[in-house]
Each structure stands twice: as C-alpha cells, then as structure tokens.
C-alpha cells in the first residue's frame, strides 16, 4: 500500500487556491461534479473514448463573465480506456493541476487495484485501503468487517445442498463488465436448474459459479444509506462527525419488469425469459419512518467504529449501507460500497433529504465532498481527508 506519507508528500507540494475535484466519469461522477460548483471548486471528469458525451457536451460547465450559468463539468479529459487513468502522464497532469481524486466504484473496478493500492500518487479523497473489501472474494471483504463490527447482515449458506429457503445467489455477469448475474433458489433442485439455465445462455460462468456468496434472502424494502464521515468534525467538536445524508433504491432489469407483470403473464414466458436479471439500471430517492432512525445511525457508527480499528485511519468522507428491513423491522446489510454510492445522482442539485435538513441548504453527497475540502483547507486539515 502506498504510504499515507508518500501522498502527503504530494499534498504538500499543492497551490491549496486552485484545488480541483477529479473523478472517473461513470458511476456517480455527475454527483462530484456538482457538488464541486456549489462549493466553487473546479471539476474534470476522465472520459473513456465513446462514452464521453454526457460529460464533454451536455453537462460541460458553460460561463459568462467567468461565472458559472449552466453545467458542472469545467473540464472533461478523454482517454481510450479508463484504466488509462492511473498512467503516470495522467497522474502526473493531475498532481500538476492540483488535483484531489475522487475513488467511486468504476475506478475501482475499472481500474486494478493493485495499481491503485501501490502505484496511484494522486491524493484519493477517501480510504484507498478500503476499496479491495468490496471483493467478496477477499478474505478481509465488507463481510468480514460487518462480522467484527457486530453488524447484521444474511446469513451465510455454505453449499447449494444446504438451500432450505430463498435464498440468493451472488456472482458476476459472464458477458456484461461490472453487471450482477444474481439469481434465487428456495431449494437445491431450484439452484441447480437455474445454474444450468443461465449457464447455457451465458449469463453466469462456471468459475463465478464456483466461487458465489449463497445468502439467506431478506424479504422486505431495499434502503441504501448514504453517509458521510468527517474527519474536520471529529476533530472539532462542534457537530456530529457521522452524518446520514440519504436514502436511494435501485431499479433493476428485468427484474422490475417481471414484477409488473400479472402472474398468469409471468408464467407463460418463455423458457429464455423465465429468470430475471438484476442489472441495476437506475436509483430513486426514498426517506426512512424516523422511529428507525436510531437504529439506521447505529449501523453507521459501529461501522465507522470498526473500520476504523481494522483499516486505520477508517473510513473517510461518503460510504453507503445497502440494506433490507424485514417485517419485525430489522436491518440486515447486504452490501457495503466504502466510497461515494452508486445512488447518489438522484439527490443532484436538489440534495438529500437529511444532509438538506442538517446543513440548512441542498446538500448531496458531491457537494458534501466538496463543503469537507473547504472546511479542511480553513482548517488546515486537509490532510485528514487523504490517504
């Protein structure tokens, strides 16, 4: 792991005026650009040749008299494939502009993590330790650390053989990059004919197969919470250093559209339609009933608590809790992104409803980002914020 001494060398070299926010442009990336207009810190979002319009076009920063009056993209650098950006001439272009990089979860998939572990000198706004347990086949994974921290999560299955209810089947999609090939079973004989229908259609392979995490399925409501840690309010007191932003959900395909289907419908697809997809296609916003507030706070502290004592310095800046609630109103975390979420567009410009009601003007989570950069250059904290 690069030292965190080796990145403050780097900090430390920075024109602290003319900082800038960095992202990879997929993911959340509009999110951090936003959030960096709102707090007056220029953007540059790092395209991949053929998906770079959205950016470089449609939300590129328009001014007039030097003043922001449309977009939040200032700058979008077009490369041929995004692991392009962890070379040393992006980097070194990045260190030269001042640049503070924002990990989300395209970087690191995108981008190998060893590289990024070892080889990437840009300061990385977050835990860049961190990032690897989002591998569910790592043996320290989230799964690992929700163990130590006491947290709920579902339980562990450890064969097909041993299904006795719905369960679920995690593992990555054969022919869609980054995409889920999820299945559920409620017995073994389920595993084993859904397994060798999305095998024959090349969904799943068999290597994935091998290696899938098989998980007790919660039946309830998906609420993914957006948290955010400061390190500037840990060390000053003056507010609560874990703060809930807000809450996403997913929309899936073609799940979503098998569950607007009538029954009768449903059973007469045919066999190729038979088992739906989860491939998350898009997020909407959603709030929690405030008597389970205390409990969806507690998740997060226990969290920042343990991470802090198994991946020190801890989590840093934006982390998600995806979750279910079951009937008796318990929480169980299924998954765990230790950077800025997946969902976070939805809450663009507008914020989140709770970083809305804490801070007293429209917070999300790029913005957020961008406010703790600001605090922390006051501060002269902002290497609290980096590793």
């Not at 959030?35 to 040749?49: N, R, T």
């Not at 920063?61 to 979008?76: L, S």
């Not at 030269?96 to 989300?104: A, G, S």
């Not at 073994?188 to 060798?196: F, I, Q, W």
Request: charged share 25%; aromatic share 8%; hydrophobic share 40%.
């Amino acid at each position: 792991m690069l030292s965190r001494d080796a990145v403050w060398k780097t900090l430390d070299g920075y024109d602290l005026d003319r900082l800038k926010l960095g992202v990879v442009a997929s993911h959340s990336a509009l999110d951090v650009c936003d959030g960096a207009v709102d707090e007056d810190l220029p953007s540059v979002a790092y395209c991949q040749k053929g998906r770079e319009a959205t950016y470089a076009r449609y939300m590129r920063t328009v001014r007039q008299n030097g003043k922001r009056v449309a977009g939040c993209v200032d700058e979008a650098v077009v490369l041929d494939r995004f692991s392009e950006v962890t070379s040393d001439e992006v980097q070194s272009r990045m260190v030269e502009e001042n640049t503070l990089f924002v990990p989300n979860r395209s970087f690191s998939s995108y981008c190998a993590l060893e590289t990024i572990e070892e080889r990437f000198r840009v300061p990385l706004l977050g835990s860049r330790n961190m990032l690897r347990t989002e591998e569910r086949t790592e043996e320290r994974d989230y799964y690992w650390l929700l163990e130590k921290a006491g947290l709920p999560f579902p339980d562990p299955i450890a064969s097909p053989d041993e299904i006795r209810e719905l369960s679920i089947v995690k593992l990555h999609h054969a022919q869609k990059a980054l995409e889920r090939g999820f299945f559920t079973a409620a017995t073994p004989a389920e595993y084993h004919e859904k397994a060798d229908k999305l095998l024959k259609e090349g969904v799943i392979d068999q290597a994935s197969l091998d290696e899938a995490r098989i998980e007790r399925y919660v039946i309830g409501p998906v609420f993914n919470f957006n948290f955010f840690y400061s390190p500037v309010s840990a060390a000053s007191g003056d507010m609560e250093p874990v703060e809930l932003l807000g809450v996403d959900w997913r929309f899936e395909s073609s799940l979503d559209g098998h569950v607007r289907l009538p029954a009768p419908q449903q059973m007469n697809l045919p066999a190729h339609q038979l088992v739906p997809e989860m491939t998350v296609v898009g997020h909407n916003s959603a709030t929690a009933r405030e008597s389970l507030l205390d409990k969806v706070y507690d998740l997060a502290e226990r969290f920042v608590a343990a991470a802090k004592e198994h991946y020190d310095p801890g989590i840093i800046g934006p982390f998600c809790l995806q979750t279910c609630v079951d009937k008796d109103l318990d929480f169980y975390i299924y998954d765990v992104a230790p950077r800025i979420g997946g969902g976070t567009n939805v809450h663009v410009a507008v914020g989140h409803p709770y970083g809305n009601a804490l801070w007293r003007t429209n917070m999300s989570s790029g913005r957020r980002i961008a406010r703790e950069v600001r605090r922390a250059v006051d501060a002269d904290m902002l290497r609290s914020l980096v590793t």
